[in-house]
């Protein structure tokens, strides 16, 4: 695939101009400066290519350690069978408590050499070429201090949002003071801790010493999901004007995360069991692309009004235990674990703002783990209970977003039916049409059959990542291939993809990539390739190879790391073939990024 005359109608002025400029919101009265405005336009994803010189060793003696360890205990184990099952393999981290002993000699000096080479190549690392200059730094700096204000992200990825920090405040103690939340004090909370952790001890005990220590890890030490907000920027704002906020708890580390992360690794592979279930946009375009559509038949979508927030937790549960032995049939005794942890990790979820706990006692557990199929479940409980009387000639949905094709004569009973069936649940429906938006696609019925299109809501600015940020070139090359394979995807046309693609390099160009790198990884990929690209990949359960942790900055990337690993491991320790099948290899773990880097100039008395 040739690509060099994409830009015949954009001027060379335009081509020459690339910008990194990411909407900027400021909701407060304080005037930013240029300098400012350019620092937070470069986006929260931005990673400055400025890194202290006297880390670059340490860091350096950090990954040969990682690696001598990962290294010495993978040929201590050489000769191990591995008896985990697939479920262990997914959720056990093993952590050891000693130091693995030095094995073979010739390893150990690879490993020192390796070591050496890498040290010595350090002053060749000492030039490199900022992309966050001290001006910028200092103006962003001094308007991250300021206690009156509070720089944000915004929902649905568009761009920092300035807020004043008592209206932050504001917002947050209005979504605690719901019926959601109840405040707990630190006796109930003791209890509550104790009283959960003893319940899913006594709910696990059967499982393997593996599945056990998967899921108590995360009893201690005891971390709280802390609460935060999102700028809901992309609709409109109240009467009054004042800030409006999406309510955000990371629960990864919570004392029910381990319970939670096993119900959700038991149940996924079973969701293909709950037929109206997508599990994302390419099985719906691999199922009915090209699809012949009855007459008279018009597509419709759907979503469900504040679906998590929705859900009574006492029904559903029912609901999630009768799905659990009728469609996903699974064994009583595994019906009554799966039942008895959901119940534990929905109804003893505790997150944390400004030094206070509060008690979520109203619909799904933000941000747990298991979130995501226990609404699917639900749901489907729900309409299923409809299509049993009414039988769309396609009906899917990706948890609160549905698709309908149905005969149009039908449409009225089909809204009516599906939002009398539970109080709680509001399903807001398009018109009937032969075209909709859903998801990331446009669906329209040609000639009844239905053809997919790639599709951005007008909300979405295209904030991709700025060419100058500190990643890594791998990575940026992987995500124009796979912005590139999506459009391949989603287009039922060759000409739609030709058009979508001529987009997309306009929209890179604007964000500073070059246009050699643009046509090197497009030419990688081909629109013949299509079939392939819709088809699932099957996980392959190969050999990991050695890695090499380090993290990824202006300094790290002139170190030779490829060649220190592969040219030692190349010419002088064949030995080491026998125990591992696959090289070393460089994975590189993110420098901070604009975001971590404010949340640490932030004032401390205010919890980010």
Request: contains cysteine.
């Amino acid at each position: 695939m040739i690509i060099h005359k994409w830009f015949k109608t954009l001027s060379v002025s335009y081509l020459n101009f690339c910008i990194t400029n990411t909407k900027v919101t400021n909701l407060t009265s304080v005037v930013l400066s240029d300098l400012q405005t350019t620092a937070l336009s470069k986006g929260f994803s931005f990673i400055p290519s400025s890194s202290p010189f006297d880390l670059l060793k340490p860091k350096i003696d950090t990954a040969i350690n990682r690696l001598t360890d990962a290294a010495r205990w993978a040929q201590h184990y050489a000769n191990h069978t591995d008896n985990r099952t697939p479920l262990e393999k997914k959720l056990y981290r093993a952590a050891g408590t000693h130091n693995p002993r030095p094995q073979h000699p010739r390893f150990e000096l690879f490993l020192k050499h390796v070591h050496n080479s890498l040290i010595e190549a350090i002053p060749n690392a000492l030039t490199f070429r900022n992309n966050f200059y001290s001006d910028e730094k200092k103006a962003l700096r001094t308007l991250s201090s300021r206690k009156d204000i509070r720089i944000i992200p915004s929902d649905k990825n568009n761009g920092p949002v300035i807020v004043y920090a008592h209206e932050y405040l504001r917002e947050m103690h209005k979504h605690l003071s719901s019926d959601a939340y109840e405040k707990i004090d630190s006796k109930s909370l003791s209890c509550l801790l104790l009283r959960t952790e003893h319940k899913i001890r006594s709910l696990t005990h059967h499982l393997s010493k593996n599945l056990q220590s998967s899921i108590y890890r995360f009893f201690q030490p005891v971390r709280y999901p802390r609460l935060y907000l999102l700028a809901k920027i992309h609709k409109p704002p109240p009467p009054d004007g004042t800030f409006t906020g999406r309510l955000i708890a990371p629960a990864h580390s919570w004392i029910t995360t381990g319970a939670a992360k096993y119900v959700d690794a038991v149940l996924q592979p079973h969701l293909h069991k709950l037929n109206t279930v997508l599990s994302d946009s390419t099985s719906l375009v691999a199922q009915f692309d090209g699809k012949k559509i009855p007459k008279d038949h018009v597509l419709m979508t759907y979503d469900i009004d504040s679906l998590y927030p929705s859900i009574p937790i006492e029904e559903c549960l029912s609901w999630f235990k009768e799905i659990l032995q009728e469609v996903l049939l699974f064994s009583p005794e595994e019906v009554s674990l799966l039942y008895e942890l959901t119940s534990v990790v929905l109804k003893n979820h505790v997150v944390l703002f400004d030094k206070l706990h509060y008690l979520q006692i109203l619909g799904t557990a933000m941000g747990c783990p298991l979130a995501v199929v226990f609404a699917q479940i639900v749901v489907y409980s729900l309409e299923r209970r409809v299509l049993k009387h009414l039988r769309p000639f396609i009906y899917k949905r990706y948890i609160d977003d549905g698709l309908v094709c149905i005969h149009k004569n039908l449409v009225d009973t089909f809204k009516s039916r599906l939002n009398k069936e539970h109080k709680n649940f509001r399903f807001t429906f398009s018109a009937p049409s032969l075209c909709v938006d859903y998801l990331n696609l446009t669906i329209k019925i040609i000639d009844g059959t239905i053809m997919f299109f790639p599709y951005k809501k007008l909300i979405n600015p295209s904030l991709f990542l700025p060419f100058s940020s500190g990643h890594s070139t791998h990575l940026k090359q992987g995500f124009i291939k796979g912005k590139i394979i999506t459009i391949i995807r989603n287009s039922s046309l060759f000409e739609t993809y030709l058009s979508e693609r001529d987009n997309l390099v306009t929209l890179l160009r604007a964000r500073g990539y070059p246009l050699s790198l643009i046509t090197q990884v497009a030419n990688t990929v081909s629109y013949s390739e299509r079939k392939i690209f819709l088809q699932r990949k099957l996980k392959e359960d190969k050999p990991l190879p050695l890695f090499f942790h380090l993290e990824f900055n202006a300094l790290t990337r002139r170190l030779p790391l490829n060649s220190c690993l592969t040219n030692f491991w190349d010419k002088d320790f064949i030995y080491l073939h026998s125990r591992f099948f696959r090289k070393p290899m460089v994975s590189y773990t993110k420098a901070p990024n604009l975001l971590r880097i404010i949340k640490n100039w932030t004032p401390r008395d205010f919890i980010f």
